[in-house]
Structure formats: C-alpha cells, structure tokens
Nanobody, 123 residues
Framework: QVQLAESGGGLVQAGGSLRLSCVAT????????MGWFRQAPGKEREMVAD????????YYPHSMRGRFTISRDDAKNTVYLQSDTLKPEDTAVYYC????????????????WGQGTQVTVSS
C-alpha cells in the first residue's frame, strides 16, 4: 500500500517555472513505476510523464516532450515534475500515480493515486 501526497502547485505566469513534488506518506515508491497525470476542467485526464522503478527509463507522450522533466529520488520517497516553460493551457490539477509497471501505470485504472495539486498558469 502506498499513499501519495502532491505539493508545489500554485499560480504562475506564462513562461514561468514550477516544480511539483509527490511524496509517499505511507509505504515506499521503491520498485514502483511513478507517473504524473493532469486533468483540466472539462477535459479527460492525460498523462504527462512516467518513470520506471526498475531501470529509471522515462516516457513522455509526444505532446509533453521538451516541456516537462520527471525525476525520482527513492531515498526521499519522492518523485518530481519540473517545467520551465509553462503555458496557460497547462492549467490543470496534477496527480501522481504509482503502479507496478510503466505499462500498468499508462494503461490501467488501478494503482495508487494522490489527491492532486492545482496548477494555474496566467497569461
């Protein structure tokens, strides 16, 4: 069992930077694939990035490449999402997720979810 808590959201101007954190408040992220998703008002949840718990491999959907950086620090039980080029269309609630494999994380409905953190990008 893993419980996740995101932080670092807030209001930022377009072109600004933000680093989100997701810490396991219960359990450990070691060995789990970890990912970030987001959901904007009126839209479906979409994946931003994920990272393997086995070999550190990373996947970004095409639309997210070059704009976000995911990383993890298992010693701190934390996964991060960094962006240095935020746009108003990045406004959303950002969620982190833990799952057994990257495939499960990307395709499954199970896994462990955090409560989310709001990111608002003003123009």
């Amino acid at each position: 069992q893993v419980q996740l808590a995101e932080s670092g959201g807030g209001l930022v101007q377009a072109g600004g930077s933000l680093r989100l954190s997701c810490v396991a408040t219960e359990g450990t992220i070691t060995g789990y694939a970890m990912g970030w998703f987001r959901q904007a008002p009126g839209k479906e949840r979409e994946m931003v990035a994920d990272i393997s718990g086995r070999d550190g491999s990373i996947y970004y959907p095409h639309s997210m490449r070059g704009r976000f950086t995911i990383s993890r620090d298992d010693a701190k039980n934390t996964v991060y999402l960094q962006s240095d080029t935020l746009k108003p269309e990045d406004t959303a609630v950002y969620y982190c997720k833990a799952d057994t494999t990257m495939w499960d994380l990307e395709n499954g409905r199970s896994g462990y979810w955090g409560q989310g953190t709001q990111v608002t990008v003003s123009s």
